[in-house]
């Protein structure tokens, strides 16, 4: 099970939007919609930001938001803070029964 | 409130075992699947597997890395999800994190370190 496809790092300046992307193939996404997006400080457990593609756990900021199209996820951050500089990881329940994340993307606020 | 605390980490040679223990309160532990993702030192996050609750039968998958040598169990009268690492290779190296559920992970633990070195 081959991991799902990130950039290594994206950045940008406060304020701004940025777009995380999460490539797999039809097997890891298949007709299920079961995209998590993680958040992780470094030393840190990762915190479960998006789940089910689009849906924010409560105590999320709605300036994060999910979406899906094919095989491919993303994750949109609106109105970049300094405090959202961290790792993010998406994951996929695929069609076998197993799970896989991506490689993660470092995001860097300027 | 929901707490997940991993236990059992530690130095291992290669070849040898090692126990971890994920000891759980906060919530009706039966009730949920309870999963083990680890992640090597400045790498990415790494599913390794999970167990079901009783009521879907208390089955278990693995990912390929680990399988045939991991399983993971659940004892629910203790509200503990364990995890027996057999044969550790040197690339089993990392902080190990129980986890609630199986599609996705609202609850996490802190962590334990495994470090499998001669």
């Known amino acids: 099970q081959s991991a799902l496809t990130q950039p290594a790092s994206v950045s940008g300046s406060p304020g701004q939007s ?6 797999g193939t039809s097997s890891d996404f298949d ?10 400080y470094p030393g840190k457990a990762p915190q479960l930001m998006i789940y089910e593609v689009s849906n924010r756990p409560s105590g999320v ?4 938001s999910g979406s899906k199209s094919g095989n491919t996820a993303s994750l949109t951050i609106s109105g970049l803070q300094a405090e959202d500089e961290a790792d993010y990881y998406c994951s996929s329940y695929t069609s076998s029964s197993t799970l896989v994340f991506g490689g993660g993307t470092k995001l ?3 | 409130e929901v707490q997940l605390v991993e236990s059992g980490g530690g ?10 223990s ?3 309160s906060g919530f009706t532990f039966g009730d949920f699947a309870m999963s083990w993702v680890r992640q090597a030192p400045g790498k ?6 999970f167990i079901r609750s009783k009521t879907y039968g208390g089955t278990t998958q693995y990912a390929a890395s680990v399988k045939g040598r991991f399983t993971i169990s659940r004892d629910d009268s203790k509200s503990i999800a364990s995890l027996q690492m057999n044969s550790l290779k040197t690339e089993d190296t990392a902080v190990y994190y ?4 199986f599609r996705n992970f609202a609850y996490w633990g802190q962590g334990t370190l495994v470090t499998v070195s001669s």
């Open chain 1, 108 to 110: 860097t606020v300027l």
């Open chain 1, 61 to 64: 900021s709605n300036r994060f």
């Open chain 2, 98 to 101: 129980c986890t609630r559920g």
């Open chain 2, 22 to 24: 994920c000891t759980s």
């Open chain 1, 31 to 40: 007709s299920y919609n079961y995209v998590s997006w993680y958040q992780q």
């Open chain 1, 18 to 23: 940025i777009t995380i992307s999460c490539t």
């Open chain 2, 11 to 20: 130095l291992v040679q290669p070849g040898r075992s090692l126990r971890l």
């Open chain 2, 44 to 49: 990415g996050l790494e599913w390794v597997g």
